[in-house]
Nanobody
Framework: QVQLVESGGGLVQAGGSLRLSCAAS????????MGWFRQAPGKEREFVAA????????HYADSVKGRFTISRDNAKNTVYLQMNSLKPEDTAVYYC???????????????????WGQGTQVTVSS
């Protein structure tokens, strides 16, 4: 089992940048594929980005492609989400998630992830 803790959220103006971090417990972080999801008020949780165990494969939602970058540092047990050119519609609670199944892939399906962090709030003002 793995525990996940997100950080790096905050308030930023439209067009600005933030970098989210997700720190994982344990010594087997490289065995997990990781994903970022978000949930805006009154909306369902949605996929943002995913990365496979090695970092060699990534996948993005169309809404963030070209603006967000997911990466990982297995030596630091951490996955990152660099968010640039932020828009008000990016406002949401952002969650990281982990799965030990199918880790060679970058997985966009929320139901594939059994482990979740508590979330970090990102607010983009116009």
């Amino acid at each position: 089992q793995v525990q996940l803790v997100e950080s790096g959220g905050g308030l930023v103006q439209a067009g600005g940048s933030l970098r989210l971090s997700c720190a994982a417990s344990g010594r087997t972080f490289s065995r997990y594929a990781m994903g970022w999801f978000r949930q805006a008020p009154g909306k369902e949780r949605e996929f943002v980005a995913a990365i496979n165990w090695s970092g060699g494969r990534t996948h993005y939602a169309d809404s963030v492609k070209g603006r967000f970058t997911i990466s990982r540092d297995n030596a630091k047990n951490t996955v990152y989400l660099q968010m640039n050119s932020l828009k008000p519609e990016d406002t949401a609670v952002y969650y990281c998630a982990a799965t030990s199944v199918g880790t060679t892939q970058a997985i966009a399906v929320m139901e594939a992830y059994p482990y979740w962090g508590q979330g970090t709030q990102v607010t983009v003002s116009s």
